[in-house]
């Protein structure tokens, strides 16, 4: 029997997760804020950083454990501070969807003026976390906010708010890269360009869930603008992800280890893609989560290269 939802509960977070539990009360509705209750989409804007560190270990830098650890409590603070600005900017229409009016903001749990209190105190712990690398790194982190900043706004004025996403989340390709290189180039440029991709793949099939909500109230997105071609478009963006991935890999020297281990997440995009079916509750968003054991398998396939 599932587990019933407690009054003040998001709808679109797992019934009975840690936050419910057990935050004390007066935080439950900043966590929820925050998504601490739904901790995929820190993990989804960590992978990239960790990809990049692996990568970067291949190609001749030490594999920085301690790095990636950094960059784990930066993607959580950071995504976060993310979620609580997307939900100031987004409350009006967050009212309008059945899966996210049972969000703090437009359930009236938390003010805009104490979310956006909220918003700094996690920003500056991500800032606490950007300020352990090089300069190069903190220009880098620094400039990602202007990506943040316009990605709510996106899906109000362009069909390709997903993309906008995967500009966004992807950033870590780039700093995880130059914290530990201390410059960029060709391969971070490849993985990044390849993390966008899969970005796009994997939030077309999380917009599957609201196409009709954002139809009815104008919101945009690559799930509406696909329509029927939904699968075969993201079989497309997967597919191109993958073989930026692998090129990446293999401009640092990666090889057969590589190329074999990645068939591990290879084989989970693939089942996301043939399993797919919009039309099925819950299918979208299990599809979706399954991209975190995707960022897992490419993290472990780089490191296997590097360690074998």
Known sequence: MPTPRRPGTVADAQAGNWVDRSAPEWLKPYARLARWDRPIGFWLLFWPCAFAIALAAIAGAPLDWQAMVLMLIGAIAMRGAGCTFNDIVDTDIDMKVARTRSRPIPSGQVSRRKAAYFLVAQSLVGLVIL??????????????????????????????????LGLAFSWGAIVGWTATMGSFGLPAALLYLGTILWVIGYDTIYALQDIEDDALIGVKSTARLFGRRARQMVALFYAGAVALWLGAGIVVGGGIILVIAALVPVGILAWQVVTLDAARPGNPLVRFKANHWVGLALTMALVAEFVL
């Not at 090089?134 to 900043?149: K, P």
Request: net charge positive; glycine share 6%; hydrophobic share 60%.
């Open 131 to 164: 300020i352990q690398f090089n300069a190069l790194t903190i220009g880098l982190g620094v400039a990602s906010l202007a990506l943040v900043a316009i990605y709510p706004f996106m899906k109000r004025i362009t069909w390709w708010p997903q993309l906008f």
